[in-house]
């Protein structure tokens, strides 16, 4: 049983009664709750595992703090709204190092400040199979900007909002020990010291011209499909459209690999991707035109199934590859 | 450093900023924000971690469920509010019973029901050493009715809303394998399947009469400690008004035991502990006349320092015992 099939089958046991000031439960980047005839509040948790989302080999404590804070604000971010308050539950074996906890501690402040949302609560419990932090973040925003993962329509142009795959191309490089600190110090930080993009998510919320928004947490191919599905609306990408990127290009080259799956199915890159109508392309240039943020127009949503990859190489034989869903693991080079 | 010291640390990291939307932030049972101009949203977090809070091997995955929830709406009750919404994220050994989660997802589904609770969000990760849930509940109530562990006065009568112990009694029944699941049903039920205290909390806040108030979760020596410290006074509790529990002293019996200290120390009771002026005695007991719940008036708010427990045995050479935060291992027969 994979994860969504899982989340699937405790939500149908779990099914919401029918509660008014409920305007989205599970299955979006958050819950959205009303508050008051305005504004509603979004709510959303995260687990990191020791070994399993991050490796504190690698890991400073400093940044880790900031990163299990930043990925859960990208939730928030993911709708369009503001982080309030974080509450954080942290697991530690019997024999943790104080200084590497104190440390996290900071690197959690650090963020929030950077942020501005303030922790609320937490707890500490004992967690014998390593470190683990649970985090859960509440946000705020006008009810009427709220963007959700469906709402796409067909023909609309697909946006990312930075470059893709270099969280797991820095992540590939610590696990190989590569070095390259300096020369490829922009893929390690994506990886260790991720931001949110709360900023351009607020204005993208506020523009009124975007129909359907998410972040990017498990990959292009894997993200794109549940903003898909939540639409009922398929998608192309084109491989030529993906954000030029010749760090990234090094760094497969350094470790003998193609960039291509790191772009499609690398996951935690924590920008946001979001579709609008093909008309407000001129719209979207001028919101982003004072900021400086780079936008990537990458494929088309259509009223098929799936999310579709066009090679670039008109030569191959299999130029449209099914992507949905598709994991680094399982990614084929077609 | 004791879990409360590593609080303290992290706490002191993360002061919060000013933020004239949050009354209370970490250290009461939730944190407390502003909704509105008449009510406040409460959030707590908790985490269960496989061995340390729950042993699958004795604890219906059903059960499991529901207590996961139950603890965690504890925390409302604590202020007396009323759960809204719940968050859960769930992790899991690679190696999962599918069924097992499902059961467990059961459990959730019925205690949310039983509690009038939505569930609007999780996340199910990978976590190799062990089934973790980290659960965040959202609550809420009137402003003005809020009840803080600070608040207290000296004088104020001390209570508990029912038996101390039976959770820890229970839990070492199960732990020696002692049978008995008839006899001791009540015993095994008060670990397996514990109920938070919600009703009798909402009435308790409403009367206007109650100073400060908490829930039972490490036990009375530790979590009268708390409140002593919010309320910056102490705390004497007697022996012969701790409630009497001849199905206890039983089980006592059985394991070669002393009853005392699972009542002062054995923790996961989830009953209330508040306090009240000795004038509104019967006031209280108004309240509780028609629902028939018991309220145990266990001591008396000081202005010392601490928790003193008075022997019943005037022989005793030792009669009075600190046991501020003393945990189960730590304590003392004295």
């Not at 958050?30 to 305005?38: I, Q």
Request: charged share 20%; proline share 5%; glycine share 10%.
């Amino acid at each position: 049983m994979k994860e969504r099939d899982l989340i699937a089958a405790i939500q149908a046991r779990v099914s919401a009664a029918a509660n008014p000031s409920l305007l989205c439960g599970i299955g979006d980047d958050c819950a959205v709750t009303r508050k008051n005839d305005t504004d509603v509040l979004l709510y959303s948790i995260d687990t990191l595992v020791e070994s399993v989302h991050f490796d504190p080999h690698f890991h400073p404590p400093e940044l880790l703090g900031k990163k299990a804070v930043s990925v859960n604000i990208s939730d928030i971010a993911a709708m369009g709204g503001e982080p309030r308050f974080l509450l954080f539950s942290l697991g530690l074996p019997i024999d943790f190092d104080e200084q590497w906890v104190l440390k996290l501690s900071d690197g959690v402040a650090e963020a929030c400040n950077h942020y501005g949302c303030t922790l609320i609560g937490g707890d500490t419990v004992a967690s014998p199979g390593g470190v683990t932090m649970s985090l859960c973040v509440i946000g705020e925003m006008a009810t009427e900007q709220v963007l959700y993962r469906h709402g796409a329509r067909a023909g609309d142009s697909i946006y990312v909002s930075g470059p893709l795959g270099r969280a797991a191309a820095g992540l590939e490089l610590l696990k190989h020990d590569m070095g390259g600190r300096d020369r490829f110090a922009d893929l390690y930080q994506a990886h260790l010291d991720p931001r949110a993009r709360v900023g351009l998510a607020k204005r993208l919320a506020a523009s009124g011209i975007v129909h359907a928004m998410m972040d990017l947490s498990d990959g292009l191919a894997t993200d794109l499909a549940h903003l898909c599905n939540k639409s009922a609306l398929g998608a192309v990408v084109y491989q030529d459209k993906l954000p030029d990127d010749p760090l990234l290009e090094q760094a497969a080259e350094l470790l003998g690999r193609e960039s291509l799956p790191w772009k499609i199915s690398g996951g935690e890159d924590y920008e946001l991707l979001f579709t609008v109508s093909p008309h407000a392309t001129k719209k979207l240039q001028e919101l982003v035109a004072k900021t400086g943020d780079l936008l990537y127009p990458v494929g088309t949503m259509t009223t098929g199934k799936g999310v579709t990859l066009i090679r670039d190489d008109p030569s191959l034989q299999q130029r449209e590859i099914p992507v949905a869903f598709l994991g680094f693991d399982h990614f084929s080079k077609g």
